[in-house]
């Protein structure tokens, strides 16, 4: 229960960040320092080497002067890298009982001065104007709902995958919400489809969830989310009678956004993927 608190995935990038530390104290601090907090190789990292054997939490001056070395001239760090940075160091000492000693109003302020160093860069075109991933446009998402259905795809892409994209798009949710949606929160209220989704990204405990209403797309079918999952209800089988994911097997979520992946790499230009903070 204790680390149910946080989503599997939010864990992950945690841990890779306190490995990011740990790797940064063996190769940048004094041996005698770094000695007391880090036992093993860097693949090979005790995740409970954050702290030594009197299960002291890292020295401020140490955790402050990491933040400093994540933003060296001409390598500087989009500020949600600095924020994600804060929040698995916060975690940790929340895990330990620490919390009360994390340094957070010095990395507020810390911080806080690396987004107006930032917003600078941006003003003086040292810096690209956004940061992160960015929305896909109404062109691009015609595009690769008209690319799935075309000749030579597996029906089970286009059943699967593109009602999924498009539930993805009208319900303005993540590929993970839209991989554990289940029938039981799909309901109708007039001419409208009603979704309602038991927590969020920002809201894990659902404290302040409400239903979204999904309108059928008489005038444009081809991206028409009510028409797309009801293709697939019609033209597959449940693969687990006793299941009720609207996208059953492993990892739905993941075998989208590799699909999706795929076809934007395919489909668009050089331009458009640096657009939506893809590589090429």
């Known amino acids: 229960l204790m680390d149910n608190h946080i989503n599997p995935r939010t864990q992950k990038a945690y841990r890779g960040k306190i490995r990011a530390i740990l790797a940064w104290m063996r190769d940048h601090r004094n041996p ?3 000695g007391k907090f880090i036992a093993g190789d860097s693949e090979e990292f005790d995740l409970e080497g954050l702290s030594n054997v009197n299960n002291e939490p890292i020295p401020v001056d140490i955790l402050l002067e990491f933040f400093g070395y994540l933003t060296p001239k001409g390598d500087v760090k989009a500020c949600s890298t600095m924020g994600g940075y804060r929040s698995a160091f916060r975690d940790w000492y929340k895990r330990n009982g620490k919390v009360d000693e994390f340094p957070d109003q010095q990395l507020s302020m810390l911080i806080g001065g690396h987004k107006r160093f930032v917003q600078g860069e941006k003003r003086d075109g040292n810096m690209s104007s956004f940061e992160g991933k960015r929305a896909m446009s109404m062109a691009t998402y015609r595009k690769i709902v008209t690319h799935s259905l075309q000749v030579g795809l597996e029906g089970s892409q286009y059943l699967i995958h593109t009602a999924f994209l498009t539930l993805c ?3 303005m949710s993540r590929s993970i919400t839209i991989a554990t949606l289940t029938w039981n929160n799909i309901s109708w209220d007039g001419d409208a489809m009603v979704v309602y989704f038991q927590s969020t990204k920002t809201d894990q405990e659902g404290n302040n969830v409400y239903p979204k209403h999904v309108f059928a797309n008489a005038l444009e079918p081809l991206i028409c989310p009510v028409l797309h999952l009801g293709l697939k209800i019609v033209s597959t089988e449940k693969i687990h ?6 996208f059953e097997g492993g990892d739905p979520g993941g075998k989208f956004s590799e699909w999706l992946q795929s076809l934007f ?12 903070g893809m590589q090429a």
Do not use: A, F, G, Y
């Open 241 to 246: 009678k006793d299941k009720n994911q609207v």
């Open 169 to 171: 798009w009208n319900l």
């Open 265 to 276: 790499k395919s489909l668009l230009s050089e331009t458009e993927l640096k657009e939506l």
């Open 32 to 34: 005698e320092i770094s």
